[in-house]
T-cell receptor, first 115, second 110 residues
Framework: DAGVIQSPRHEVTEMGQEVTLRCKPI?????LFWYRQTMMRGLELLIY????????DSGMPEDRFSAKMPNASFSTLKIQPSEPRDSAVYFC?????????????FGDGTRLSIL | DAKTTQPNSMESNEEEPVHLPCNHS???????IHWYRQLPSQGPEYVIH???SNVNNRMASLAIAEDRKSSTLILHRATLRDAAVYYC???????????FGQGTRLTINP
């Protein structure tokens, strides 16, 4: 079975450029989560969707970050303009239900470097 | 969310059992205990979860104290592939968020 697929795996770009990270959740999963991992702050939840609708974006750091889920099989996380402090590994995860019972399945992440 | 406390690091030998502790003294009655692990250069991976009773699956066992203020993840026979950061996380019923702490970095010696 295909797991959560993220692209690109690595992204290096210059400060000020727009960055778009992509995620394909596991088919049939109705929850999608975006996380960010840094050495300083660990793993942080940025935003999550249920049935393509954003439910909680309280973890999104600032207006430069936006996330969309146009359909059940695709989501994007966009940073515009990017800054060096946005350098991190970004993970996408999906699940079938509540966090209390259903495991979240994570992709392998996108390692983002902003120069 | 209730807080969990884990040792920063642990070390064990291959083919020996490993007991990873987690303290959660402020756990509430509706909080589930989840364990995830993160292998190097990979995303986190679900290991096991429970509420009150001990749980077993193909990866590990979860032993929950009677007062639920602590739990232990048990790897029965560690392999080199089990070297990872292990996260103990509490989630209340209906909550969607996984709040990751710093976890325990497990090293397995050959």
């Amino acid at each position: 079975d295909a797991g959560v697929i993220q692209s690109p795996r690595h992204e290096v770009t210059e400060m000020g450029q727009e960055v778009t990270l992509r995620c394909k959740p596991i088919s049939g999963h109705d929850y999608l989560f975006w996380y960010r991992q840094t050495m300083m702050r660990g793993l942080e939840l940025l935003i999550y969707f249920n049935n393509n609708v954003p439910i909680d974006d309280s973890g999104m750091p600032e207006d430069r970050f936006s996330a969309k889920m146009p359909n059940a099989s695709f989501s994007t996380l966009k940073i515009q303009p990017s800054e060096p402090r946005d350098s991190a590994v970004y993970f996408c995860a999906s699940s079938t239900g509540t966090g209390s019972l259903q495991p979240q399945h994570f992709g392998d992440g996108t390692r983002l470097s902003i120069l | 969310d209730a807080k969990t406390t884990q040792p920063n690091s642990m070390e064990s030998n291959e083919e020996e059992p490993v007991h990873l502790p987690c303290n959660h003294s402020t756990i509430s009655g509706t909080d589930y205990i989840h364990w995830y692990r993160q292998l190097p250069s990979q995303g986190p991976e679900y290991v096991i979860h429970g509420l009150t009773s001990n749980v077993n699956n193909r990866m590990a066992s979860l032993a929950i104290a009677e007062d639920r203020k602590s739990s232990t993840l048990i790897l029965h026979r560690a392999t080199l592939r089990d070297a990872a950061v292990y996260y103990c996380i509490l989630t209340s019923w209906g909550a969607q968020k996984l709040v990751f702490g710093q976890g325990t970095r497990l090293t397995i010696n050959p």
